[in-house]
């Protein structure tokens, strides 16, 4: 459930982060995948009541039967690995870096003490994720480590990613700033519909096979770990 005074902030972030971008088309992109990370946070949890749900009537045991139909307590439970508002704000700032123009990314990351890999040095269109992090953290004062977490790895996602950063990461996916012409966009939500990891190494395979410039040692782990978990 969110509060009134939560909507109320999350409108008053939203037109700060408007103002900080002055580039409407950025500030469109990043209000979609907030919008997106947010509608992910409701059909996951759903879905995975159901999926409780039917694994309590397998074992079909009186006390199974109770939690099954007591309103609200497997939802709530289900709800406690992320909020819909954690959703929004990471999605809203994934992109706030991209203030900066490429040729001025490695100058500002190295400026405000960000640490650079080799393959973000080779390709600074990948930095604007840490430069994110650092705006969200430095400008907009948000402390939220999972926020932050899921607002750096959104682009390549990480090694021992949580719940946020998948969520961010695909939103990011499926609200393309390319149009809706995204040639991975169809074969992500059919791998979707199975469940979050599944959509995410659908996405990873797709960039590679597709002839990615720069594969991100991030990206690589993350690929290792979706395998594992997939296996």
């Not at 037109?15 to 992109?29: G, I, K, M, S, Y």
């Not at 960039?207 to 993350?222: C, F, Q, R, T």
Request: charged share 25%; net charge negative; proline share 2%.
């Amino acid at each position: 459930m969110i509060l009134e005074s939560d909507k109320m902030d999350e409108l008053q972030l939203v037109e700060e982060v408007r103002l900080f971008l002055r580039n409407d088309q950025l500030f469109e992109h990043c209000l979609a995948v907030a919008k997106t990370a947010e509608q992910l946070v409701i059909d996951y949890s759903e879905k995975s009541v159901i999926v409780q749900k039917e694994k309590l009537i397998a074992k079909n045991t009186d006390e199974n039967l109770k939690l099954i139909f007591t309103d609200g307590v497997q939802q709530k439970e289900i709800n406690q690995f992320i909020s819909k508002s954690q959703a929004f704000v990471a999605g809203l700032m994934h992109d706030i870096g991209g203030v900066y123009p490429n040729h001025q990314r490695v100058e500002k990351a190295e400026l405000f003490g960000i640490e650079l890999l080799t393959e973000e040095r080779e390709f600074p269109l990948i930095i604007h994720q840490k430069l994110s992090k650092y705006l969200a953290r430095e400008h907009f004062k948000i402390t939220d480590e999972n926020i932050l977490s899921a607002i750096e790895c959104h682009t390549t996602l990480k090694e021992n990613f949580t719940e946020l950063d998948l969520i961010v990461f695909l939103a990011d996916k499926i609200s393309w700033d390319g149009g809706d012409n995204a040639p991975f966009k169809e074969g992500l939500l059919t791998a979707l519909s199975v469940n979050l990891q599944s959509a995410a190494l659908y996405y990873i395979d797709f960039i590679i096979n597709d002839g990615l410039k720069v594969a991100h040692p991030w990206l690589l782990e993350a690929k290792k770990d979706l395998e594992n978990q997939l296996s």
